[in-house]
């Protein structure tokens, strides 16, 4: 669907950049849409770390 697409997006962003918290938070919002919550929580955890201020 459209949040998983999303989701792929974010991945080739991050591929480039991996710690783009922008790209990080804009996965972790699809995965949370998906219903894939313990994988949008990972990447919250992971865009906190990469963003901590």
């Known amino acids: 669907g459209e949040f998983d697409s999303g989701v792929k ?3 080739r962003a991050l591929d480039v950049c991996k710690d783009s918290a922008k ?4 996965k972790a ?3 949370k849409e998906s219903g894939k919550l313990r994988e949008a929580y990972d990447c ?3 865009c906190l ?3 901590p201020q």
């Open 49 to 51: 770390l990469a963003s």
């Open 9 to 11: 997006d974010c991945d």
């Open 23 to 26: 790209a990080l938070y804009r």
């Open 44 to 46: 919250s955890t992971a």
């Open 29 to 31: 919002v699809c995965l």
